[in-house]
């Protein structure tokens, strides 16, 4: 672990905030100068360490990004200085791997660094950005030359239209041919998380479990008188207080033993109406955080006790099992080299073998919510997804392992979903949640 980060990440466990509710305690959250340096550091280690071996691993000896200000390519944001926003004017990113031995060449076309890119545009040698680009090219003569062009991923074709034509039109020709897609790359630098960033998602899911189990609570909720959409507004405006951001509106909905109540699966196309929160119900939450540039993705159930009640009652519990068993099996499957399609399949033949009626929808998580890498199915698609699905499973990957279990509840006389979603991690030793995952329904109030 990096100097500087060690400490850091011990402040944000030891330093504690009362949120005010006497079950919930928050670790203390980096000001934003903190957060700044977190960043910077991170992304110098991913350049000096991870953009290395990527390259290598895909064959790539250059790698060019080029954004204009306001329109950034979705990786060239990813790596920005903390202290940058956005892109200014056309900022070109070159990195140019001379092979094992050697550092990576980080270059800016540019009068200015950009955060560890050195400045490499002389504008009294050459006064079109365009030409000092074709003299870093020529005097490093790489092979294959990455830009980010797909058909696949939307986060990996970054490169406009207009800029690419532009692009074409100043290399010689001669140089064309060695020109290639960045998709693989691109997804491999997206989906690849380090060792440092590793420590913090723990800090970060963790933060994101806190704020899911406040809602869900007597402090936010009470019966007869709180609607879901309260609950909703509550999160959007807990995050902003906490200083934390979110890259989605919250979902707070109900299953209850009314027959009219909606069945979620018809209805994941729209939000769900408002409804008052009543004793009986079983309550849905989806909800997620961005917090030093990476992203949580988190679904959770709590019951409201009916008067006399002090406990779930045991259908619920039993169903609830049912989804765990699902995540675990599911999880089981996790094999690198492995498309998500086939571990979609293999997932759903073991739920079917094992009479659980699952749907399985789960996708990467990292710098962005919906995170390039292999999908795992979708909701509304359970039979693998041509492209995004047949990536394969590498190591060092973080995904939302998200899904649903259809179980009968007989004193409801319907079907309850129980729909889970809890953020993991993937590497050489298997599978694991980064925070744990929720095992058992909250209970309102607690008890």
């Known amino acids: 672990m990096n100097r500087f980060l060690l400490p850091l990440f011990l402040i944000c466990f030891l330093g504690q905030v009362s949120s005010g509710f006497a079950q919930i305690t928050y670790p203390l959250i980096l000001e934003e100068r903190d957060r700044a340096r977190v960043i910077n550091e991170i992304l110098e280690d991913r350049f000096n360490n991870l953009l290395p071996l990527l390259m290598r691993r895909e064959g790539i000896d250059m790698w060019i990004l080029i954004s204009r200000e306001y329109n950034e390519d979705p990786v060239m944001k990813t790596m920005l200085p903390a202290e940058w926003l956005s892109a200014r004017r056309r900022t070109v990113m070159v990195f140019y791997d001379n092979g094992p031995g050697t550092a990576l060449e980080k270059i800016a076309i540019a009068r200015y660094d950009v955060g560890l890119l050195k400045a490499a545009w002389d504008v009294n040698v050459y006064p079109d950005q365009w030409e000092a680009l074709v003299e870093v090219i020529k005097t490093r003569n790489p092979k294959k030359i990455a830009v980010n062009t797909s058909q696949t991923y939307a986060l990996a074709d970054g490169l406009t239209h207009t800029e690419y034509e532009q692009l074409m039109k100043k290399i010689p020709e001669t140089w064309h041919s060695r020109m290639v897609s960045g998709e693989k790359l691109s997804v491999a630098w997206l989906e690849t998380r380090s060792e440092n960033e590793m420590v913090l998602y723990e800090h970060i899911a963790h933060l994101s479990h806190l704020i899911v189990q406040e809602g869900l609570s007597e402090k936010v909720i009470q019966p007869g008188v709180t609607t879901t959409e309260d609950v909703v507004w509550w999160y959007r405006q807990r995050v902003r207080e906490l200083g934390l951001d979110t890259w989605f509106h919250p979902t707070v909905d109900i299953q209850r033993a009314d027959p009219d109540n909606f069945d979620h699966l018809r209805t994941f196309s729209k939000r769900p109406d408002k409804q008052v929160i009543l004793p009986g ?120 392992i998200e899904l649903n279990a259809a179980v009968f509840i007989p004193e409801w006389n319907k079907t309850v979903r129980i729909m889970l979603e809890e953020d993991g991690y993937f590497n050489e030793t298997g599978f694991r949640f980064i925070d744990g995952r929720q095992e058992a329904i909250y209970v309102i109030p607690r008890q």
């Open 281 to 400: 119900d079983l309550l849905h939450v989806d909800f997620g955080i961005t917090y030093l540039r990476l992203n949580t993705d988190m679904q959770q159930h709590a019951y409201v006790l009916r008067p006399g009640e002090k406990e779930v009652p045991p259908s619920l519990k039993a169903a609830f099992r049912q989804g765990n068993r699902l995540q675990d099996i599911l999880v089981s499957k996790f094999v690198q080299g492995k498309s998500g399609n086939q571990v979609l399949a293999e997932a759903l033949t073991q739920a079917r073998a094992e009479n659980i009626e699952g749907t399985i929808y789960t996708h990467p998580i990292g710098f962005h919510g919906h995170a390039a890498g292999p999908t795992i199915g979708l909701w509304d698609n359970q039979k693998g997804v041509p492209g995004q699905g047949d990536y394969p499973l590498f190591y060092n990957t973080a995904y939302s």
